[in-house]
DNA sequence: GGGTAATGAATAA
DNA sequence: TATTCCTTACCCA
């Protein structure tokens, strides 16, 4: 569930319950081994976040960097704190996984299997375990993990556009409207485009253009600077929520019966993210889905024509 | 039990 | 533009 947001969240976590504490590195499903081996024991020192990519620093100067991909995830366990004071601890995130491991005990039958202990058995393909004496973190399915140098960090921060966690500047605000407003790929493109901005996906990209009543085709080039600019800030805006909360919640503003609703469920919480077919909630069009290099966008022909 | 989609991006061509 | 990689959840049977 990687867009901005929940990378930041992580890293925080990290922040929280990791960092300034001697960490045990092991890849119990085997394809780490080595790089858990280099830090195996460190101390971590920083975790960081940018855009979707995490870097952990430990001792020696020691990098781990993270990029989860379409379908990574971190599971915490054990002591999990609270990050911000408007969500649970992140560990709530991995209840699902919780759950089934509840469930594979009980159908299993196996009464000595104690889902209280600590460490818990690592459950599917863990790539990472990273665990201190209170508190384990387990990661799968990552696009990116891996042991690397301050030089190599520094290239992979070159080339990512500015976050508005780490850079809420406007000389970033000024980079992104220069970036976007000097080319001629549609707009729809350019927000995914982790060299012009940091931390957009495709749920936050279909959200904002619609939010902005911006149709997604629309090149680069041709969006007014004020616009440009009011994305930046809506951007700005949506990761401080996400990072708050832990959902992607984009019908802010609107009546509490429908805030409530898209804090509950994902099916009411988008304006137009995989909603199509159905009408637009603005004005009853039918939302529109079409590929744009190979990803799912989806808006309304209407409102953002 | 199988098939598919998923909040991503690098690489080849 | 197409292919590849990584893992899980959900839907259907």
Not at 170 to 199: C, H, N, W, Y
């Amino acid at each position: 569930m990687p867009e901005g947001h929940s990378v930041h969240r992580i890293a925080l976590q990290f922040e929280r319950d990791f960092v300034g504490h001697r960490v045990a590195a092991s890849s119990p499903q085997g394809r780490f081994a080595e790089g858990a081996a280099e830090i195996d024991g460190l101390t971590l020192v920083e975790a960081r976040a940018v855009g979707k990519q995490m870097f952990l620093r430990f001792e020696n100067d020691l990098w781990l960097r993270i990029h989860l991909g379409i379908y990574g995830a971190w599971d915490f366990f054990g002591t999990v704190s609270p990050i911000t004071s408007e969500s649970e601890a992140l560990g709530s995130m991995g209840a699902p996984r919780l759950r089934r491991a509840v469930r594979m005990a009980e159908t299993e039958n196996t009464k000595d299997v104690d889902l209280e202990s600590f460490p818990p058995p690592p459950v599917g393909a863990v790539r990472v375990r990273l665990m201190t004496d209170a508190t384990v973190a387990d990661l799968r399915g990552p696009t990116a993990c891996e042991v690397i140098g301050a030089d190599q960090v520094a290239t992979v921060l070159a080339r990512l556009g500015p976050d508005p966690v780490t850079d809420n500047t406007p000389e970033a605000e000024d980079r992104f409207v220069a970036s976007i407003r000097t080319k001629p790929t549609p707009v729809g493109l350019l927000l995914m485009d982790q060299s012009i901005v940091s931390g957009i996906g495709n749920v936050y990209r279909a959200e904002l253009l619609f939010r902005a009543r911006l149709n997604p085709h629309t090149p680069g080039k041709n969006v007014s600077e004020d616009q440009v600019r009011a994305l930046w800030r809506d951007w700005v805006y949506l990761l401080d929520i996400g990072i708050r909360t832990g959902m992607m919640l984009t019908m802010d503003g609107q009546t509490p019966e429908v805030e409530a609703a898209a804090r509950l469920n994902r099916s009411d919480r988008y304006w137009v993210y995989k909603r199509e077919g159905l009408p637009c909630r603005v004005c009853s069009t039918h939302i529109v889905m079409e590929l744009m290099a190979s990803r799912k966008l989806y808006w309304c022909p209407n409102d953002q024509a």
